[in-house]
């Protein structure tokens, strides 16, 4: 009999803790085919979460709990459950209910087939439209430039095998998702298909600036587009200013310049400048990138364990 590692990163997850774990335990949990631990990562909440796993943990001996000392996203979250996992497939879930939980054994089915890495790709979604339309434009630009393999409905919800789950430690990267280095590693994978539901409880800390976050983390790190647009920029703006130069100088020599040639080339030069300032921000992504994995800071810090075994 194998054993099966949950984890699941929890912030601002009070309320669907409890329901959370019913759901397991009822539809997956319990079958029987497997030993099981779950892993809850607080990842700083602020409410009852962390009241609420200590809960969980005095009920069942196989529920472990362990709490970041602030938020470190959900990245550094997934990575600690991961690290801490004993498993000999470890799955990887959200905390909101709304990807079903029955997905686990179907996922399951598949790993004893032989595959190394499951993921749960969405078919549809109840979610709202604005909600829905960034989900398929993340999935669809990291498609298009930076993953081929990025399943059309993108996932949330992955089975790794434990020779994964060791790989993705060996990478510890700080600032690439980890959806994209699942991907990018390669294994043997297959995908099963779900429709994510309506959040019932609570609701999605997941803000504007954390999801621009995600499509930049996602180009700089796994895209060449970043760079290939500030050459083609910079190409374009070179080749221009030739020909700019050309036309002038042809003027200047049939004695047709005059003072109205200052607006075109204040408007050249705002142009030129505006171009100049993209290229360093782009750059600078990539500086900020490389200097914050050569201070060599962990990836998150753990503040309190729950292991009641």
């Not at 029987?32 to 909440?45: A, C």
């Not at 005095?58 to 498993?87: E, M, P, Y």
């Not at 600032?175 to 990018?184: A, D, E, R």
């Not at 703006?237 to 047709?256: D, P, T």
Request: net charge neutral.
């Amino acid at each position: 009999m194998f054993k099966l590692s949950i984890v699941v990163p929890v912030y601002y997850n009070a309320e669907n803790l409890w329901p959370l774990y019913r759901d397991l335990k009822e539809k997956v949990l319990d079958c029987g085919r497997f030993t099981y631990e779950l892993l809850l990562v607080d990842d700083g909440s602020k409410d009852r979460s962390w009241a609420v796993i200590q809960e969980l943990a005095a009920h069942d001996k196989n529920v472990r709990g362990i709490k970041l000392s602030r938020n470190f996203g959900s990245h550094a979250a997934q990575f600690c459950g991961l690290a801490k996992s004993t498993g000999d497939c470890v799955v990887v879930k959200a905390a909101d209910m709304q990807e079903p939980s029955e997905l686990i054994l179907q996922m399951v089915d598949s790993w004893e087939k032989g595959n190394h890495i499951v993921l749960a790709v969405r078919e549809d979604r109840e979610d709202g439209r604005a909600q829905s339309f960034f989900a398929n434009f993340y999935y669809w630009i990291t498609q298009k430039t930076a993953l081929p393999q990025m399943p059309t409905g993108g996932f949330d919800v992955e089975l790794l095998d434990r020779k994964v789950v060791d790989t993705l430690g060996l990478m510890a990267e700080k600032n690439s998702p980890i959806t994209g280095q699942i991907l990018w590693s390669g294994f043997q994978t297959d995908t099963v298909s779900y429709v994510r539901k309506k959040r019932e409880i609570g609701e999605s800390r997941w803000t504007l600036k954390k999801k621009i976050r995600l499509v930049s983390d996602t180009l700089f790190s796994f895209s060449t587009v970043p760079i290939t647009f500030v050459t083609a920029i910079g190409t374009l703006s070179f080749f221009g200013s030739i020909a700019w130069a050309i036309i002038e100088v042809g003027l200047w020599l049939s004695g047709k310049i005059t003072v109205e040639g200052w607006t075109t080339m204040f408007i050249f030069n705002l142009f030129s400048f505006g171009t100049i300032m993209l290229t360093l921000g782009l750059l600078g992504g990539y500086l900020w990138r490389t200097f914050d994995a050569s201070r060599g800071r962990p990836l998150y810090i753990v503040e309190d364990e729950l292991d009641l075994r």
